[in-house]
């Protein structure tokens, strides 16, 4: 379910279709393993910051973030991330999408699945008629 409420704002419905298609293919190129996609959905700046449910360290800047989701593509052999509950606001330049995410990771070294949710919060920046991501913080919800 996609919402866009927030007491008093209003929010133009175009750009909050952008935002949602631009934050389905986050998670298309994520549960697709495809670094060419995930590549493509985060702006090339040097401010861009990745922070994963598993991570140890603050990814900051394009070269990082890649980095950081090529390695995740290539320890795991499957991923499965679908978002719940999602509220999108948008001021016209920026956009932030929170949720709930439910995850299914296979590492390839085998072993069980590591099945988990997450609080997730997207923040999206306008590059012309594009909204690229510019921010990715997931925190593990305790059991």
Request: net charge neutral.
């Amino acid at each position: 379910m996609w919402l866009s409420a927030v007491a008093g704002a209003y929010t133009e419905p175009a750009d909050i279709a952008a935002v949602k298609a631009a934050d389905e293919a986050f998670y298309t190129a994520l549960s697709g393993r495809d670094l060419a996609a995930m590549k493509a959905v985060w702006a090339d700046k040097p401010y861009t910051i990745n922070i994963g449910p598993r991570s140890r360290a603050i990814n900051v800047g394009s070269d990082a973030v890649a980095k950081y989701w090529g390695g995740a593509f290539d320890f795991f052999s499957q991923i499965s991330v679908t978002k719940a509950g999602a509220h999108i606001q948008t001021n016209g330049s920026l956009a932030w999408v929170t949720g709930i995410e439910s995850a299914t990771l296979q590492p390839k070294a085998g072993g069980n699945p590591l099945k988990f949710e997450t609080f997730v919060t997207h923040v999206f920046e306008r590059h012309g008629d594009r909204w690229l991501l510019v921010l990715h913080h997931a925190q593990m919800i305790p059991n």
